[in-house]
């Protein structure tokens, strides 16, 4: 072959490996970058369920970082000198799909940090607690994720009838506490394979999608459900969701039952259970909790939080207009709910935080706080604590000093407590993640 056959036959392929070159490190640089301000704005400890890299195994292919639902809108997993790495870890939101698409098995999924452990009820492969015929399914088993919680609310379900722990006649075969994505998954799935349920839920249906802020989008990838078939929700509305929700509903006329409160769950001597609520009693052969975990908000504790202008989440920003108000947090929800009041025509607002740091939050709600308060619009008090709530005022600390800020609302958006005393009442286990699976 001569040298100009050479050239002919090499060129094409000089220039797919340019090209290739070029891509990777562009990438590469990308990914420092990423986690170079992640890290800067402290941005370091991912929420939920997230990866664990291999080193070892890692090839540096970047399948993971392809598969994650979040890309490319978000730079989730990155590629640093030839191995993946999780750059942007508050984006992090538990898809999973870093795992599946993993050539090798270099990733492992976990909950929690080496510093920030999360609590979560002990569970089988099988969604089913120490306590037999008990099971427990989406967020209060760590599965925050629209999508992951109805995958795992229609498993349970299906594990549930795997069981076989039916009592004709008696009782029902499933009892149902949550009407969220999870809740929502298991009655359709208890229909579908023709068991008695029943499903009570303390708020609204939609759970904790019901409680999210007016207009909210919510991103969710495509499932599969028992008697729907594919939902397919990329980005939608809070309400658009709700409205599906309600559709199927009544379609599929569920036994849902909405405004009535779990109090207790008690062995009935017959190998099931007896669920109580202020309206009733049920006996069922096996339970499923689809609750959420912050069912009861953290609170204050300080003098005149129980004023009727002290609220613990947002529902529409549009109703604080001309208002002053304070808002009191560092995650997600704090700084949503900051940053969208901060935009309404004649707001005052003040974002109160007691660390150093908006550790728990997302790059993106990060960068909105930051814009409002460079324009003006919102007052930031890091490393501040409130002290006191007065009808038209509010008293914080902040570093040894003391201070009163005009005030019509206070917004504590400080997370929820884990439901640690009904579960214990149950009987159910809880222990503490730090980084393990």
């Not at 009808?391 to 800020?405: H, P, S, Y």
Request: net charge positive; charged share 20%.
């Amino acid at each position: 072959m001569d040298m100009l056959s050479i050239i002919v036959y090499a060129t094409p392929l000089v220039l797919i490996l340019a090209w290739y070159l070029y891509r990777h490190l562009h990438f590469e640089k990308h990914s420092l970058e990423t986690h170079f301000e992640a890290k800067e704005a402290g941005l370091l400890e991912p929420a939920s369920l997230h990866p664990v890299i291999d080193p070892v195994r890692c090839l540096g292919c970047g399948a993971c970082v392809h598969a994650c639902p979040e890309f490319p809108q978000h730079t989730v997993l990155g590629v640093i000198e030839g191995k993946a790495h999780l750059v942007s870890p508050t984006e992090c939101i538990g898809h999973g799909a870093c795992k599946t698409a993993c050539p090798v098995d270099a990733i492992t999924l976990v909950f929690g940090t080496e510093t920030r452990g999360i609590d979560l009820p002990v569970l089988k492969p099988n969604f089913e607690s120490n306590v037999p015929g008990v099971y427990i399914a989406g967020e209060l088993g760590g599965m925050g994720l629209i999508r992951n919680a109805l995958i795992q609310g229609r498993q349970a379900v299906e594990a549930i009838a795997q069981a076989n722990r039916r009592a004709p006649g008696k009782r029902l075969d499933v009892l149902i506490v949550g009407a969220g994505p999870a809740g929502m998954a298991a009655a359709l799935t208890a229909k579908s394979l023709n068991l008695t349920y029943r499903v009570l839920e303390q708020d609204s249906l939609g759970g904790c999608v019901f409680k999210y802020p007016r207009g909210k989008l919510v991103m969710t990838a495509p499932v599969d459900l028992p008697l729907v078939g594919k939902f397919h929700f990329r980005q939608t509305s809070k309400e658009q969701l709700l409205a599906v929700w309600n559709d199927i509903l009544q379609r599929e006329q569920l036994r849902v039952q909405t405004s009535e409160r779990v109090e207790a769950i008690e062995p009935d001597g017959e190998g099931g259970f007896i669920v109580r609520s202020p309206k009733a009693g049920y006996r069922a052969s096996t339970v499923l909790l689809a609750i959420g975990r912050r069912g009861t908000p953290r609170t204050l504790a300080v003098p005149g939080e129980e004023l009727p202008k002290v609220v613990y989440r947002l529902i529409d920003p549009q109703q604080y207009r001309g208002q002053h108000v304070l808002v009191v947090g560092g995650g997600d929800s704090a700084l949503e709910a900051a940053a969208s009041i901060a935009a309404e025509p004649g707001t005052a607002v003040t974002l109160s935080h007691r660390s150093e740091g908006f550790s728990r939050a997302k790059l993106k709600n990060h960068q909105r706080v930051e814009a409002a308060r460079k324009s003006g619009r919102l007052t930031v008090l890091m490393q501040s604590d409130v002290k006191k709530i007065g009808t038209d005022d509010v008293e914080l600390a902040q570093g040894g000093k003391r201070m009163e800020i005009k005030n019509d609302t206070v917004i504590v958006c400080a997370g929820g407590i884990l439901p640690t005393p009904f579960l214990k009442s149950i009987g159910i286990e809880v222990e503490t993640k730090y980084g393990t699976a």
